[in-house]
């Protein structure tokens, strides 16, 4: 699985119910069970595809050098990463660094595609993780220990000594977008510019657009990533905004209303004709548009 795999935790949930909703109104019940107590099952799949908690493919299968790192949570979870520097001491020490968060599904080995584009076309320092409970991490994913294990990872750049210097880029795709924007509001003066990409409002908004029958449930949802409250606190931050016009599973009037709401002055949309959920980033312009915001508001913020 790569880059193009499947969004499992919206697709799993939305099919559930749409399966429990068809059955009549003497399911209702049973939707609202699901709602509450398989949600967590459904939004952070970390099994799927099988062999995705054992079987982590590794940066050096694409050419790049790099550090094999566990780091433990202030909560004692021991979180997985692969630390791709680059050779040159300058970009190394001087250049931009940027932190994937991954999508729901899978485990950082996945996403080595597109850390290799990172670290190979825009010539970044790349910081790959999993989250707790994702490839070889331990613990359970929620959405109060994936904020934890952000936070770790960020203190161990902001303290590693080849890379505190350098300028730091949030990227993040579906959840990740979440992940990411969550930590850019809390760090905002920390951080160089975010990168989100076909995520979403919030878990409760959500739902009820996919399956109207849902929308009288989702006081039940414990999962909350409440993307366009947090985005409300950034201010100045660069952030460019990647939409797929085709997106199957996140409708794109989320990030639309996402960008539409962000009150940071440097904000850019960028929009895909004909690009679904997850192959958004194979689109014509993809790259280009993240090298020329780089250089708009990263690189040159450096010099």
């Given at each position: ?239 460019l905004f990647l939409s797929g016009e085709k ?13 539409e709401i962000c009150q940071s002055p440097n904000k850019v949309w960028r929009q895909f004709a ?30």
């Amino acid at each position: 699985m790569d880059g193009t795999s499947q969004d499992w935790s919206i697709r799993l949930l939305l099919k559930s119910l749409k399966i429990i909703s068809a059955t009549g109104i003497s399911c209702i019940g049973t939707l609202a069970v699901i709602l509450y107590f398989a949600q967590s099952a459904l939004i952070y799949p970390s099994s799927f595809p099988p062999g995705s908690r054992t079987d982590v493919p590794t940066p050096d299968r694409y050419g790049i050098p790099f550090e094999d790192i566990t780091l433990e949570t202030k909560d004692g979870e021991q979180i997985k990463l692969f630390v791709m520097k680059q050779t040159d001491p300058e970009l190394r020490t001087d250049g931009q660094t940027v932190i994937i968060f991954c999508a729901n599904a899978g485990n950082m080995g996945h996403r080595l595609p597109i850390a290799s584009a990172f670290y190979k076309i825009l010539q970044y320092n790349v910081v790959l993780f999993s989250y707790r409970g994702y490839g070889l991490s331990t613990g359970k994913p929620s959405e109060a220990g994936i904020k934890i294990d952000s936070e770790t990872v960020f203190e161990y750049i902001k303290k590693e000594k080849e890379l505190k210097d350098t300028s730091l880029i949030l990227y993040g795709q579906s959840l990740g977008g979440a992940v990411a924007i969550y930590l850019a509001a809390k760090h905002e003066e920390e951080v160089a510019g975010l990168i989100v990409e076909n995520t979403f409002r919030s878990i409760p908004s959500l739902i009820p657009m996919v399956l109207p029958v849902a929308q009288y449930f989702t006081f039940l949802c414990h999962q909350i990533w409440s993307s366009e409250k947090l985005l409300l606190q950034i201010r100045k931050l660069p952030i460019l905004f990647l939409s797929g016009e085709k997106d199957e599973i996140v409708p794109p009037v989320h990030m639309k209303v996402l960008h539409e709401i962000c009150q940071s002055p440097n904000k850019v949309w960028r929009q895909f004709a004909n690009a679904t959920h997850n192959e958004t980033y194979l689109k014509d312009g993809y790259w280009t548009s993240i090298i020329d915001f780089s250089n708009d508001f990263i690189v040159k913020k450096t010099q």
